[in-house]
């Protein structure tokens, strides 16, 4: 058994609150405004011993406006399938509605625990009205609850765990964290899906149809990692909502708990202004980056397409040039898994290390072949350098008058790193110390 709860129902009962506080962290936006989670969230939960994970789901509609209704309602279903244990969320607040009963009359079909949960339970008054939802004709009994204040919740996991088995959890916090990111509607959550072969993730042509960041464990082709959806990120004058400004929030938190994004870029526009800002965003958390140029298909080329077209990408990003560049397509799955694998590679070099001696012997014969010019008729003298002991690439050069070395000749050393070893799609950090 796999250990998975589902929480279900329809639109602005309190799921994604549950789900927080169920996995201990505010990962699924919440808002009054129903409707906002639209794809399956995944987080991962323990009680009494016993470790699970844990579904949020979007709400269940029938013959709605929503122009996701369908998708979102495909996202339910497959959350259900996949789940051990279903937790049927109703609306004390408002009691039962047409939705509630529709959706209970799919849940008695189906061959699994469910527990019918009514949400907003705050006060004796809505501890007894709740006793209506009885009536929705589940075998389950009925659990009152509080997802705010986690009134009630304790004694719906007691039950909840019954079902599971200890220690089969698989542990995936050691694992490279790839983090997909761009400007909306670039295909983020199509690329996802090319290369899980799932829908996983919901795609329209509309920007902004993904909202929380999604996590998927990949471990196809031999590989093992988790790879990271996110919301698009735009200029902070364009975003006028609340739930877009939590996932942009969302999207710049997952850019910095991640090892390397893969920054993907819509080829019909090139890069854009914002397209750079995020490149940057990333540069400044230090973390490995790729570009994939995704709708590649679209482009009508000569022999000389591409290469005019990498040249113009690598003079927007300088000068940090030293970064992998993938044309590809979600729609065709052409060069994905090529993105995949350099995104793996800029992983493998920023954890690289380097030996001392091997560095100092390298790097300062390049010094002393080009020191560092002199400032107001004194000279720098620098006798030794290492790699200091950080997440990303730092490197420590210790020499005289550390105050005289300017940003060109940290760009020199920097460059003679990249040289004489592999820092592709890293950035890297040179610190002038006191000797």
Not at 200 to 210: E, H, L, S
Not at 274 to 297: A, M, P, S, T
């Amino acid at each position: 058994m796999s250990n998975i709860i589902a929480i279900v129902g329809r639109p602005n009962v309190g799921k994604s609150t549950l789900f927080n506080r169920l996995i201990g962290t505010r990962k699924a936006i919440v808002n009054e405004e129903s409707g906002v989670t639209r794809d399956r969230n995944y987080g991962k939960s323990s009680w009494n011993g016993k470790e699970f994970s844990v579904i949020d789901t979007g709400g269940y509609v029938c013959n709605s406006d929503d122009i996701f209704e369908e998708e979102i309602n495909k996202q339910v279903m497959l959350a259900m399938d996949e789940a051990d244990v279903i937790v049927f969320m109703v609306d004390a607040e408002i009691g039962i509605t047409d939705l509630d009963q529709n959706f209970a009359q799919l849940l008695r079909n189906i061959d699994k625990p469910v527990y019918l949960t009514a949400n907003k339970v705050d006060n004796s008054t809505r501890l007894y009205e709740a006793q209506e939802f009885y009536r929705l004709g589940l075998k389950s009994d009925l659990f009152c609850i509080s997802s705010i204040t986690g009134s009630g919740t304790g004694e719906l996991l007691d039950e909840i765990v019954k079902h599971f088995k200890e220690d089969n959890m698989e542990d995936t916090d050691h694992l490279p964290r790839i983090t997909i990111v761009g400007r909306p509607n670039v295909g983020k959550s199509s690329t996802i899906n090319a290369l899980i072969g799932k829908e996983r993730n919901i795609v329209t042509d509309i920007a902004g149809t993904t909202r929380d960041s999604l996590h998927t464990h990949y471990t196809q082709f031999g590989h093992d990692f988790i790879l990271v959806d996110t919301a698009g990120v735009r200029k902070k004058a364009k975003v006028n909502e609340d739930v877009e400004f939590y996932s942009v929030m969302r999207s710049i938190r997952a850019i910095e708990e991640s090892d390397v994004c893969m920054l993907l870029l819509d080829a019909t526009r090139g890069m854009e202004a914002q397209d750079l800002n995020i490149f940057h965003l990333i540069e400044r958390n230090k973390k490995g980056v790729v570009i994939v140029v995704n709708k590649w298909d679209l482009i009508e080329k000569d022999n000389k397409t591409l290469i005019e077209y990498e040249k113009d990408l690598r003079n927007r990003i300088a000068p940090f040039k030293d970064v992998e560049i993938i044309f590809a397509s979600a729609l065709t799955k052409q060069r994905l898994l090529k993105a995949l694998e350099a995104a793996l590679r800029a992983y493998e070099n920023r954890q690289q290390k380097l030996k001392t001696s091997e560095f100092n012997r390298i790097m300062l014969e390049a010094i002393e072949n080009y020191p560092p010019p002199s400032m107001k008729g004194k000279y720098v003298r620098i006798k030794y350098a290492t790699q200091l002991p950080t997440l990303s690439p730092s490197f420590a050069f210790y020499c005289n008058l550390p105050q005289y070395v300017k940003e060109p000749y940290k760009r020199f050393l920097e460059n003679k790193i990249r040289e004489n070893w592999t820092f592709t799609g890293v950035p890297i950090q040179i610190f002038m110390r006191k000797k």
